[in-house]
């Protein structure tokens, strides 16, 4: 298997077969390998479940938000002149 | 994150009820996009403060300028264009005109630890010296409180380019191209940051579930 991945190449090109930026001879290398590496499967189902746990997250525990001074933005805006 | 309405009726009917002064339609768009709007922001200029900011005066300029959405493109579109331009204007009299793009990837190398994988001089180099360890049913694992608090706490630490395509990516789902141009990243880039932003979130819940393991050894 010359032209075969090893595992220490395959966990760096994980992002880019989830994002289909594989070139099409790599993207078979990588599958054929996938099929064949039980350590490899597992290693890209634990990203897919990372990308899931991501999902689950709540934004605002990353990132909170000043809900009361935007909702004073809007009502600065909604007591001002006509509708638009 | 739950899906804002999506669709040129939904976003029709908000902007009529944004006009009719309906905080709550108000409400509701600031639940499910001000976090990402500051983390947009935030690449573009120097301080949170500024990126606060940032992200108040996209209101305002949203509100004010209702009668110019068209629906061309989605609502959410729309808002976070007016909010990248708000925040490059403001990025540029900070004076922080360099893009994001234009600096070089500091992240280099690989994102699992090479001590992992069998040596050169190995029967199989490059090979896994052993497989990862199984990780629990998502019910137990991934989809659990504390594997949550360990995602959140493994993006905070990310690098700030890493953070912020992990967030909008992964967190808030925005698309590949959306991230490239509200961030002013190459495709190639943008994938390079994912990948080492999730590799280390990855990496932090192997750490979690590892520890969970042995603190919950049963024979």
Redesign the interface.
Known sequence: MTDGLTCAELVELVTDYLEDALDPATRQRFVEHLALCRGCEDYLDQVRATITAAGRVTPADLDPVPRDRLLGVFRDWAGDGPKV | ?DAAPSGLAADTATVTAL???D?AA??RL??HW???M??VARCHVSTDASA?EV??DT??AV??G??RFEGRSSLRTWVFRILVNTAKTRGVRERRTVPMSALAPAEDG???D?DR?RAADDA?????KA??A??PS?DQ???GRD??TA??DA??ELPDRQRAV??LR????FG?DEVCTMLDLS?GNQ?VL??RG??A??AR??RHFGATARWGATP
């Open positions: 994150m006009a009719a002064r905080e108000f409400a600031v639940d001000a976090s990402a500051f983390r606060e992200v108040q209101w305002l509100l004010r209702l009668d690989p994102t699992v090479p994988f199989y180099p490059g090979g896994w497989f990862p199984p990780w998502p694992g991934v989809l594997a949550r995602v959140v993006i905070r992990v967030t992964d967190v808030h789902g590949a495709p994938r994912l990948h999730r590799a979130v990855r819940l192997e």
